[in-house]
T-cell receptor, first 121, second 111 residues
Framework: DTGVSQNPRHKITKRGQNVTFRCDPI?????LYWYRQTLGQGPEFLTYFQNEAQLEKSRLLSDRFSAERPKGSFSTLEIQRTEQGDSAMYLCASSFQDRDRTSGSFADTQYFGPGTRLTVL | QKEVEQDPGPLSVPEGAIVSLNCTYS??????FMWYRQYSRKGPELLMY????GNKEDGRFTAQVDKSSKYISLFIRDSQPSDSATYLC???????????FGAGTRLFVKA
């Protein structure tokens, strides 16, 4: 399978514990994104990387959240001291720049993984 | 007010109907407009993207962007039960790659 993969698919933890999720992007993609999605809502942007550099972070990403992408390959998202409000689906996407044939401009085509569903008890 | 507004539905149509899905937005800096399909408990799947205003067609799907009205649409022709899913609009500016999603519209196509 050459798509985006995420592990684990499900994680149940107790409040106050730390959790770490992993994302393996499509191999030739240089950008990687993390999103959070709750029931009935669209994905909310958390952060993104270009290669190994973390270029933008949402204010949703409190100091309990940290993301890394060593060597510009896989990425990890860690949540420390989990709270019940952290329960959500955590989605990873990777992308490459695709040239729009009509306009000639570049667009960022994101491909999503299956997500990691976190439940904090 | 949210940057991107999308009616959550649900929208229920008979098989073969033409489906119209819409989003409005407030940020005039958005330049790239995307539509994703998401099945239950799966990640979103990119259907189409367009740059600036205009129409784009791909098989049974047509995407329209009207930047003057800050309004985008996705039309599905000859809808099938397999089209039953949540459809998400998404937008991005040119100053970075932060992508803003709508809340999604749940679509049911009845056989």
């Amino acid at each position: 399978d050459t798509g985006v993969s995420q592990n684990p698919r499900h994680k149940i933890t107790k409040r106050g514990q730390n959790v770490t999720f992993r994302c393996d992007p499509i191999s030739e993609h240089n950008r990687l994104y993390w999103y959070r999605q709750t029931l009935g809502q669209g994905p909310e942007f958390l952060t993104y990387f270009q290669n190994e550099a973390q270029l933008e972070k949402s204010r949703l990403l409190s100091d309990r959240f940290s993301a890394e992408r060593p060597k510009g390959s896989f990425s990890t998202l860690e949540i420390q001291r989990t709270e019940q409000g952290d329960s959500a689906m955590y989605l990873c996407a990777s992308s490459f720049q695709d040239r729009d044939r009509t306009s000639g401009s570049f667009a960022d085509t994101q491909y999503f993984g299956p997500g990691t569903r976190l439940t904090v008890l | 007010q949210k940057e991107v507004e999308q009616d959550p539905g649900p929208l229920s149509v008979p098989e073969g109907a033409i489906v119209s899905l819409n989003c409005t937005y407030s940020n005039s800096a958005f330049q790239y407009f995307m539509w994703y399909r998401q099945y239950s408990r799966k990640g979103p799947e990119l259907l189409m993207y367009t740059y600036s205003s205009g129409n784009k067609e791909d098989g049974r799907f047509t995407a329209q962007v009207d930047k003057s009205s800050k309004y985008i649409s996705l039309f599905i022709r000859d809808s099938q039960p397999s089209d039953s899913a949540t459809y998400l609009c998404a937008m991005m500016g040119t100053g970075g790659f932060k992508t803003i999603f709508g809340a999604g519209t749940r679509l049911f196509v009845k056989a």
